[in-house]
């Protein structure tokens, strides 16, 4: 019997990558859909990371317009912000003076219902501000200096 090559089967190498691709392709759409929850703690991750710049550089612009000094209640020690809607700060930093460089103090997606930000700033001793995330996930440092 003699073969055609019009009738013979198998795989091309066309047909092969296809099917590699195609299943590259629904493995992604597997990861995403089976661990979303990963995905959600990179994107607060990333919030938290535009958060803390953002305090930072307000911070930084008080300082400038008030001779370098940062507000005043600042100190060594790493101390949450408060909410600037919470009704009891005994324990936070309050920065209310900074709120004329930002249009509010950010609050992190899970401290959402604390008196604090979840975000905390210290004052080194030489003036420099460092302002951190304390609720960053997958074992991530979240903090700016300057």
Known sequence: MILNKKNARGLTPLKIVLIVAGLAGASAILTLVLNPAKQLSHTRNAQRR???????????????????????????ISTEICNTNAAHCEEYVKLDEIIPYMTSIPVDPMAAHTPGTGYAI?????????????YAENGTLIEVTR
Request: proline share 5%; aromatic share 4%; net charge negative.
């Open 122 to 134: 210290k004052k080194s001793d030489h003036s420099r501000i460092t302002v951190q995330s304390l």
């Open 50 to 76: 535009a958060d803390v710049n953002v305090i930072a550089s307000a911070v930084y612009q008080y300082s400038i317009e008030h001779d370098g000094a940062p507000p005043s209640n600042i100190t060594n």
